[in-house]
Nanobody, 124 residues
Protein backbone atom coordinates (compact mmCIF):
# COMPACT_ATOMS: atom_id res chain seq x y z
CA UNK A 1 0.00 0.00 0.00
CA UNK A 2 1.09 3.51 -0.71
CA UNK A 3 0.69 6.46 1.60
CA UNK A 4 -1.62 9.17 0.26
CA UNK A 5 -1.74 12.85 1.16
CA UNK A 6 -4.48 15.14 -0.13
CA UNK A 7 -4.27 18.90 -0.43
CA UNK A 8 -6.03 21.78 -2.10
CA UNK A 9 -9.22 22.01 -0.10
CA UNK A 10 -10.62 25.27 1.16
CA UNK A 11 -13.56 27.63 1.44
CA UNK A 12 -15.02 28.82 -1.86
CA UNK A 13 -18.23 30.35 -3.12
CA UNK A 14 -20.86 28.62 -5.20
CA UNK A 15 -19.82 28.61 -8.84
CA UNK A 16 -16.11 28.68 -8.07
CA UNK A 17 -13.51 26.10 -9.04
CA UNK A 18 -11.01 24.15 -6.98
CA UNK A 19 -8.41 21.49 -7.73
CA UNK A 20 -7.48 18.81 -5.22
CA UNK A 21 -4.21 16.90 -5.33
CA UNK A 22 -3.32 13.47 -3.97
CA UNK A 23 0.38 12.70 -3.74
CA UNK A 24 1.53 9.15 -3.15
CA UNK A 25 4.68 7.97 -1.41
CA UNK A 26 6.10 4.57 -0.69
CA UNK A 27 5.22 3.23 -4.11
CA UNK A 28 4.26 4.15 -7.64
CA UNK A 29 0.73 4.94 -8.77
CA UNK A 30 1.31 4.17 -12.42
CA UNK A 31 -0.34 0.73 -12.42
CA UNK A 32 -2.97 1.47 -9.75
CA UNK A 33 -6.58 2.49 -10.12
CA UNK A 34 -7.30 5.54 -7.97
CA UNK A 35 -10.39 7.30 -6.75
CA UNK A 36 -11.84 10.32 -5.01
CA UNK A 37 -14.58 9.99 -2.43
CA UNK A 38 -16.30 12.47 -0.15
CA UNK A 39 -18.10 12.44 3.17
CA UNK A 40 -20.48 15.17 4.28
CA UNK A 41 -21.46 15.57 7.95
CA UNK A 42 -23.73 12.77 9.13
CA UNK A 43 -23.60 11.07 5.74
CA UNK A 44 -21.79 8.01 4.47
CA UNK A 45 -18.66 8.28 2.38
CA UNK A 46 -19.60 8.29 -1.30
CA UNK A 47 -17.81 7.71 -4.54
CA UNK A 48 -17.00 10.82 -6.59
CA UNK A 49 -14.63 9.76 -9.38
CA UNK A 50 -12.30 6.96 -10.37
CA UNK A 51 -9.43 6.63 -12.81
CA UNK A 52 -8.00 3.39 -14.08
CA UNK A 53 -4.33 2.65 -14.54
CA UNK A 54 -4.81 3.34 -18.26
CA UNK A 55 -6.52 6.70 -17.74
CA UNK A 56 -10.11 5.55 -18.16
CA UNK A 57 -12.50 7.45 -15.89
CA UNK A 58 -15.79 7.02 -14.09
CA UNK A 59 -17.90 9.62 -12.28
CA UNK A 60 -20.81 9.82 -9.91
CA UNK A 61 -23.88 11.26 -11.61
CA UNK A 62 -23.89 14.19 -9.19
CA UNK A 63 -20.52 15.48 -10.44
CA UNK A 64 -20.52 14.38 -14.06
CA UNK A 65 -19.72 17.31 -16.33
CA UNK A 66 -18.40 19.43 -13.45
CA UNK A 67 -15.52 17.38 -12.01
CA UNK A 68 -12.53 15.89 -13.81
CA UNK A 69 -10.17 13.28 -12.40
CA UNK A 70 -6.70 13.01 -13.88
CA UNK A 71 -3.31 11.58 -13.05
CA UNK A 72 0.33 12.51 -13.58
CA UNK A 73 2.36 9.38 -13.09
CA UNK A 74 5.62 11.34 -13.37
CA UNK A 75 4.59 13.20 -10.21
CA UNK A 76 2.89 10.22 -8.57
CA UNK A 77 -0.16 12.45 -8.21
CA UNK A 78 -3.89 12.22 -8.87
CA UNK A 79 -6.00 15.35 -9.27
CA UNK A 80 -9.65 16.25 -8.94
CA UNK A 81 -10.59 19.44 -10.79
CA UNK A 82 -13.92 20.75 -9.57
CA UNK A 83 -15.92 23.41 -11.39
CA UNK A 84 -19.31 25.04 -10.86
CA UNK A 85 -19.15 24.05 -7.21
CA UNK A 86 -22.40 23.86 -5.26
CA UNK A 87 -23.08 24.02 -1.51
CA UNK A 88 -24.00 20.34 -1.65
CA UNK A 89 -20.42 19.56 -2.70
CA UNK A 90 -19.32 20.54 0.81
CA UNK A 91 -17.56 17.55 2.37
CA UNK A 92 -14.25 16.06 3.37
CA UNK A 93 -12.68 14.70 0.20
CA UNK A 94 -10.60 11.53 0.38
CA UNK A 95 -8.19 10.00 -2.07
CA UNK A 96 -8.22 6.23 -2.27
CA UNK A 97 -5.91 3.61 -3.73
CA UNK A 98 -7.61 0.99 -5.85
CA UNK A 99 -6.30 -2.28 -7.17
CA UNK A 100 -3.36 -3.07 -9.42
CA UNK A 101 -4.42 -2.67 -13.07
CA UNK A 102 -7.90 -1.95 -11.80
CA UNK A 103 -10.74 -0.26 -13.66
CA UNK A 104 -12.25 3.06 -12.61
CA UNK A 105 -15.56 1.30 -11.99
CA UNK A 106 -13.94 -1.15 -9.58
CA UNK A 107 -12.74 1.79 -7.49
CA UNK A 108 -16.35 2.28 -6.37
CA UNK A 109 -16.16 -0.82 -4.18
CA UNK A 110 -12.47 -1.71 -3.84
CA UNK A 111 -10.20 0.73 -2.01
CA UNK A 112 -7.03 -0.57 -0.41
CA UNK A 113 -5.90 2.55 1.45
CA UNK A 114 -7.06 6.09 2.16
CA UNK A 115 -5.56 9.51 2.61
CA UNK A 116 -6.39 11.69 5.59
CA UNK A 117 -8.84 13.88 3.68
CA UNK A 118 -9.11 17.56 2.82
CA UNK A 119 -12.07 19.80 3.63
CA UNK A 120 -13.99 21.52 0.86
CA UNK A 121 -16.61 24.04 1.91
CA UNK A 122 -18.82 25.76 -0.65
CA UNK A 123 -20.79 28.75 0.55
CA UNK A 124 -24.00 29.89 -1.12
Amino acid sequence: QVQLVESGGGLVQAGDSLTLSCVASGGTLSRLAMGWFRQAPEKEREFVAGIGWNGATDYADSVKGRFTISRDNTKNTVYLSMHSLKPEDTAVYYCGQGSYLGSPQAVRRDIRSWGQGTQVTVSS
